[in-house]
């Protein structure tokens, strides 16, 4: 299957400052992007998708402001948590669906975010 | 109530046991379905796919829907210790969009 990676897999920040989580696809051009958040013990949950070269469609109730998602070429997608809270501290993960197939989304191996 | 069901377990099974995993949902306009595994503190890896009603096999892995019931089912025979993680079902409709996710089931394989 395709390569999706994400960097970093782990980062520990302090509260106030900001957060850039990037996400590749290795072997294949990504034109839609998916970045999800999942808490311990429960599922993903979609916070929003982005197509290359347009701006990211945001999911209710996730601010658009707090959370930049930059999506400048076809294998690199980037999120930006601003102003870090502890209550930001999640697991981050982004997946990448190429061409026109609705099933062959690849997911990445997860950024764990720790605000402190 | 939620579009997707899955029983969050834990389960656990001795190794060698059929185990076998369940979805329900209410839109009936899906129809791609998914099973992922989830290792701990790791991204999804996409398992197999179904389109529409029937049955799909896969090694040890089979993948069963009913869109009469609106349930699909995930059977792991032979399981072994590495089968220990979540797993998570997942469907689409035709016209695209996003990915609903149930909540994922834990399951663990006792050696």
């Known amino acids: 299957g395709a390569v999706v990676s994400q960097h970093p897999s782990w980062v520990i920040c302090k509260s106030g400052t900001s957060v850039k989580i990037e996400c590749r696809s290795l072997?294949?051009?990504?034109?839609?992007m998916f970045w999800y958040r999942q808490f311990p013990k429960q599922s993903l949950m979609l916070m929003a998708t982005?197509?290359?070269?347009?701006?990211?469609?945001?999911e209710q109730g996730v601010e658009k402001d707090k959370f930049l998602i930059n999506h400048a070429s076809l294998t690199l997608s980037t999120l930006t948590v601003t102003s870090a809270h502890p209550e930001d501290s999640s697991f981050y993960i982004c997946?990448?669906?190429?061409?026109?197939?609705?099933?062959?989304?690849?997911f990445g191996p997860g950024t764990r975010l720790t605000v402190t | 109530q939620k579009e997707v069901e899955q029983d969050p377990g834990p389960l656990s099974v001795p190794e060698g046991a059929i185990v076998s995993l369940n979805c329900t949902y209410s839109?009936?306009?899906?129809?791609?379905f998914m099973w992922y595994r989830q290792y701990s503190r790791k991204g999804p890896e996409l398992l197999m796919y179904?389109?529409?009603?029937g049955n799909k096999e896969d090694g040890r892995f089979t993948a069963q829907v009913d869109k009469s019931s609106k349930y699909i089912s995930l059977f792991i025979r032979d399981s072994q210790p590495s089968d220990s993680a979540t797993y998570l079902c997942?469907?689409?409709?035709?016209?695209?969009?996003?990915?609903?996710f149930g909540q994922g089931t834990e399951l663990s394989v006792k050696p």
């Open positions: 997946s990448a669906r190429g061409g026109q197939s609705l099933v062959e989304q690849y």
């Open positions: 072997d294949f051009q990504a034109t839609t």
């Open positions: 982005s197509n290359e070269g347009s701006k990211a469609t945001y």
């Open positions: 839109n009936s306009a899906f129809q791609y």
């Open positions: 179904t389109y529409s009603s």
């Open positions: 997942a469907m689409i409709g035709n016209q695209g969009g996003k990915l609903i």
